[in-house]
């Protein structure tokens, strides 16, 4: 907040006051209802651009300045001028006079009242004409300039005055359809170039015209395409979802790069110069729906304005001569960028911004006028208002900071198909998407799988033609890959994609399913995957565990009171939470995360426009990610040790058990003990699937099943399709098995097992206990056997993701890029200077297992001195399955009455989930300590001393006292009366008992529920038909770490490889870059043709070094996640991470 001119404030009650004060009418309700509506546009003179020589008359000898107000009457008497007028009029030697709105439409100007100074400002239907002519006629003097107010209606012009002010714009082009010779617009599937000026999606189409309120967003394909059409507020809706991709073919827009804020907007209203007011706002584009309190005003919090923000304001102000001036501030990639510009706006509800903005004007006036009539007038000089932000007292923790890493939800069975090409038209494609540049291409783009697709047909058709042609490609891989990409009738960029590898001198065959011949000279490895869609199930368990996980943060008062997670949502709306949402490039991941948010939220509507302004997860350079096809040599030689133990063909001995399970897991020995003998496991297991298959072609055969649909839309035949592939590809021409298809097996059966059980197929439940039994052994395994394995593995995986964990928790002081509520404005608010940082991470399996396996054999805590930790790592070596929706959670905690350099400072908790519960694992579920227990030491305190257990009291947002090990819940917080209309019924969670004895809180524990997309089909199936699995319950690992234990231990496993180090700064440099514009907008790095690319080609292709585009679409966030280095010269650019 700037300083401000001070003033008689609205308690000055001032005496010997002119008798014709006029009485102000307060305006409609429905004038609060839209903000848009009362943002009219108006314009400022500024104080050296005033003429000095003021034409006296007969006015100046009364004494009184005159304040004339004209403006439609809806504005004129609306709540905020209402309140404002009124602390005016509280100046002894100013008198207000609104002009009636009939004079203003119909009399000439030269019957307008007469008046010293004119607060005049445009909106829908004001004679602007009729305004300035006044003001050339009485030449009062101008809050805000007249003429500038037509330029604030066309956005061509207010993006000209700003950049000319070289305030920071998005990057934009414009489409001026009024002068064709200018207008030159492009439309590809997933980008608009506009004169020249290319707009990936996501990008903003805006008219030209400011009235028209109608802005579109559209969203690339690989987020699921369609557009956000934002328009003037309706009730409670401000934009809707829109399936439609493409821009509008009629009138003159400006495009823009969209800019992502994570969901909020910042308003920003200047009185001067020197004065700013910042308020914080969900954003329309988000779901739509428009925060609104009880009164049914729009929800929106004051924040605080860095230093450059101020001088932004400052600029608007000046640059558009409007004193009173309203505009938009979009805060993205650590800068603050200027969108849009109102003219005249008011802050609505805020009793200090009309303190403030009376104080202001009336100064404002006086400074002004006083002088030409005579008036005795000095500025009283007040004392400055001082921010005072309450904190935390007694021995109550303050929770700072949480970061969850998070498998995706239920997907369908992923399927893989591996094909090796040599003909030329696959060489051209792999050239024109800049194959060459590394040897390898992804293509996931809806135009990019259209051209393979129309490469199969033409090779299938010239076959059909010509059996003798010179068409190396199998026939039958090549009707696969022309049916999996005809498959759902259209491409969305998620569910498919077609990677190309580059072999130089043709590929040995390694798998059943390749050719038997090996052909020299250079070829193409092409793998086809499918599946691993997110299931309407998996959409349900994202979002009602974002529901759930809101329960963890502390606090929560006023219209939350008595719900489950209000502490959360209140921390939100008050814009005290740093959230920040992370997912890899997989489609699954991605939606799971913008699924997640929307619950965590309480968002509504579609997740495209979710996953676009909430989820990053571009360019992450590892973060996430991982090459499955690109294996390290450790992992190479145990997936070797690992196919020799099963490929035996006798019942398992105690070597094979040293062998195959060195850490002693129970799970495993288990799984062993099932097994017996591996090889006579697998013929059963080959058997149950060829039993399978079978049953499915007779239900094929059988007319009643003809129409049969089976779970999101599949049909028998696909499904059989996808058992038929793993019967031929499970057992080689050799007889011996491919253990690495026992994953797929086990995946399938368990989707089959889940939600295709009403088919009643024979024998599934024995083959999803036998494949699991496999699958409990082969999946971890594939990560490491012994624990020095299992570290390398994890290295290779995880270290980037573990140097971004670090950094989360050094970095728990706040800084200027968050939105910060300010203190000033925080009645109602407990806590207002408290901050949370939360960070999510969506990610797949393999960084699941990584992660945990580097925080269970890195050395984190000795077993032998700490009994938590040795019964944490007893309950994580008895959990067979890190399945759907698993969760590593650290906590973050600040005993603000200890010293800075303490490190009893800093608290830090670990908890874990295995996710969704499997088929049967009721009975065999291993059994932790809940979430957050009593240590032994902390036993005997039974009170309650939680903040989870009472959400109706808001404790001051308070977390948990200090001293031990902390135990909480003694009673159920989650239980919820169902209302209404809502969506949200949390299951009651119960107290269990550990095995001391202790009561400990069932963290997250749920029932089933069942999927929303529920169509029945005649009797025979359903679409959607299969309850949604529960999620396990929270279990604490270790609730006394402190800070300085976890960070000493970050590094050292982190640097504890020297390779691993050089793989972490690579990654790294890229995320955590300085901030500079080039690092900020250089979204696609190309390499440079070199000599190794050029060594990759045939001889007959030649080097194009025309620019290439990304295989990949950036589905939403910035190129680069946030930089370590918040700490810049001077302003600070640096985006929370």
């Known amino acids: 907040m700037s300083g401000s001119s001070n003033g008689p404030g609205p308690e000055d009650k ?231 991709s493409s821009v509008r073919k009629t009138g003159s827009y400006i495009y823009e790069e969209f800019m992502p804020t994570d969901g909020t907007d910042v308003k920003v209203y200047t009185v001067g110069p020197d004065y700013a007011h910042a308020e914080a706002r969900k954003s329309p584009a988000l779901d739509g729906k428009v925060e609104r309190d009880s009164e049914g005003k729009e929800i929106r919090y004051p924040v605080m304005l860095t230093a450059f923000e101020k001088l932004v304001a400052r600029k608007v102000c000046l640059a558009f001569k409007q004193t009173v001036c309203g505009f938009d501030l979009l805060r993205a990639n650590g800068h603050s960028f200027v969108c849009d510009v109102n003219g005249f706006s008011f802050v609505k509800s805020s009793m200090k911004y009309y303190d403030d903005c009376a104080k202001i004007l009336g100064n404002m006036i006086m400074r002004e006028l006083a002088p030409k009539y005579s008036i005795p007038w000095s500025i009283p000089i007040e004392d400055e208002d001082i921010p005072i932000v309450p904190t935390t007292s007694g021995t109550m923790m303050e929770l700072r900071c949480v970061i969850a890493i998070i498998r995706h939800g239920d997907r369908t069975p992923k399927q893989k198909m591996k094909m090796e090409v040599r003909h030329h038209l696959f060489f051209e494609l792999f050239d024109k998407y800049g194959g060459y540049k590394t040897g390898k291409l992804k293509l996931k783009k809806p135009k990019q799988l259209q051209e393979v697709l129309d490469i199969a047909r033409q090779l299938l058709v010239e076959l059909g033609q ?100 209000c502490g959360l949502l209140r921390l939100h709306s008050t814009y005290r939470h740093d959230l920040k949402i992370y997912a890899s490039d997989e489609g699954r991941v991605q939606m799971t995360a913008a699924a997640f948010a929307k619950g965590l939220l309480a968002l509504e509507g579609e997740l495209t426009p979710i996953l676009v302004q909430m989820v990053k997860s571009a360019n992450m350079n590892g973060l996430l990610d991982s090459d499955s096809d690109s294996l390290t040599d450790c992992q190479q030689k145990v997936k070797a040790r690992l196919h020799e133990i099963m490929q035996k063909d006798q019942e398992f001995v105690q070597e094979d058990y040293h062998k195959l399970a060195p850490t002693g897991s129970p799970s495993l020995v288990n799984s062993m003990d099932i097994i017996e003998n591996p090889v006579k496991t697998c013929d059963k297991v080959y058997g149950l699937i060829q039993s399978l298959t079978s049953q499915i072609r007779k239900r094929l055969e059988d007319p009643k099943s003809a129409d049969l649909q089976l779970y999101h839309s599949e049909t028998l035949e696909l499904m059989l399709q996808r058992w038929s592939k793993l019967e031929r590809d499970f057992r080689m021409k050799n007889g011996r098995y491919d253990i690495s298809k026992i994953p797929d097996i086990y995946d399938c059966i368990k989707y089959d097992s889940q939600h295709n059980a009403s088919l009643g197929l024979e024998d599934t439940m024995e083959l999803f206990r036998l494949s699991r039994a496999l699958a409990d052994i082969v999946i971890p395994q594939e990560y490491g056997i012994s624990k020095a394995e299992k570290l390398d593995i994890a290295q290779a995986y995880c270290v980037p993701l573990m140097k971004k964990i670090q950094l989360d928790l050094k970095r728990t002081h706040e800084d200027e890029a968050v939105n910060k509520l300010h203190p000033l404005y925080s009645r109602g608010v407990m806590s207002p200077g408290r901050h949370v940082r939360t960070r999510l991470y969506f990610t797949s399996e393999s960084h699941v297992h990584s992660l945990l396996n580097m925080f269970r054999y890195g050395g984190l805590l000795n077993e032998e001195n700490d009994q938590q930790w040795k019964q944490a790592m007893e309950y994580l070596s008895a959990v067979t399955e890190l399945n759907y929706m698993t969760q590593i959670v650290i906590m973050l905690y600040e005993d603000n009455n200890k010293d800075l350099t303490s490190d009893e400072r800093f608290h830090v908790e670990f908890h874990f989930s295995p996710g969704v519960k499997g088929c049967d694992d009721e009975e065999n579920v291993p059994l932790g300590f809940g979430f957050r227990p009593a240590s032994s030491e902390n036993e005997d305190k039974k009170t309650n001393q939680g903040s989870l257990e009472c959400l109706s009291e808001d404790q001051t947002d308070r977390a948990l006292p200090v001293s031990d090990p902390i135990n909480i819940q003694r009673k159920s917080p989650m239980i919820r009366n169902r209302k209404t209309g809502s969506m949200e019924v949390l299951s009651e969670t119960s107290p269990t008992h550990s095995s001391k004895g202790g009561t400990s809180h069932r963290f997250f524990q749920s029932c089933s529920r069942q ?110 996640p946030p930089s370590p280095n918040t700490e810049t010269s001077g302003q600070n650019f640096g985006v929370s991470g």
């Open 466 to 565: 010509h059996n003798d042609c010179e068409i190396e490609e199998k026939k039958s891989k090549l009707e696969q890959l022309k049916t999996v990409l005809e498959m759902y009738g259209h491409f969305s960029g998620i569910n498919r994609k077609v990677q190309l590898t580059y072999i130089r001198k043709g590929k040995p065959k390694t798998s059943s399913e390749e050719e038997d011949c090996k052909k020299d000279g250079p070829s193409l490895l092409l793998v086809l995957k499918w599946g691993g869609e997110l299931t309407p199930a998996g959409r349900v368990q994202a979002e009602e565990l974002g529901r759930a996980f809101r329960c963890m943060y502390p606090g929560g008062q006023g219209d939350f009171a008595g719900f489950p997670g």
């Open 14 to 244: 001032q005496e010997g006051r002119h008798k014709d004060i006029p009485r102000f009418v307060v305006g409609c309700e429905e004038d609060e209802e839209d903000d848009d509506m009362d943002q009219v546009e108006i314009d400022m003179k500024s104080d050296n651009s005033r003429e000095e020589d003021m034409e006296e008359d007969d006015d100046s000898l009364r004494g009184q300045i005159v304040v004339g107000i004209c403006s439609m009457m809806k504005k004129s008497k609306s709540k905020p001028m209402t309140q404002i007028l009124e602390r005016l009029c509280k100046f002894e030697y100013i008198d207000v006079v609104i002009f009636p709105e009939e004079v203003i439409m119909e009399e000439p100007v030269e019957k307008w009242p007469h008046c010293d100074c004119l607060i005049s400002f445009h909106s829908k239907g004001f004679p602007l004409d009729k305004a300035v002519e006044y003001a050339k006629l009485r030449n009062p003097l101008l809050i805000n300039d007249l003429n500038m107010q037509y330029f604030i209606q066309d956005r061509r012009e207010v993006y000209r005055i700003l950049k000319e002010e070289f305030i920071e714009l998005p990057r934009f082009a414009v489409l001026n359809r009024d002068h064709p010779e200018e207008c030159n617009l492009v439309e590809g599937e997933d980008h608009v170039e506009v004169n020249g000026e290319v707009f990936p999606k996501p990008f903003v189409e805006k008219p030209v015209c400011a009235e028209d309120h109608n802005v579109y967003i559209y969203y690339p394909t690989s987020a699921g395409g369609g557009s956000q059409r934002l328009f003037r507020k309706i009730g409670s809706r401000s934009s809707v979802y829109s399936p439609e």
């Open 1011 to 1120: 999927s929303p997309e529920i169509k029945p089909t005649g009797g025979l199936g359903f679409e959607g038909c299969s309850m949604v699995p529960s999620i396990y319950p929270l279990e604490t690992l270790h609730n006394s770490l402190s800070l300085k234990q976890v960070e000493e231990f970050l590094s050292r496993v982190c640097e504890s490889s020297s390779e691993a180090h050089v793989k972490t700064m690579k990654a790294l440099s890229g995320l955590f870059d300085s901030q500079s514009q080039s690092s900020l907008y250089s979204l696609h790095h190309p390499l440079s043709a070199s000599g190794s690319e050029a060594s990759l080609r045939p001889p007959s292709q030649t080097v194009c070094h025309g620019s290439v585009p990304s295989s990949t679409v950036s589905s939403a966030g910035p190129s680069c």
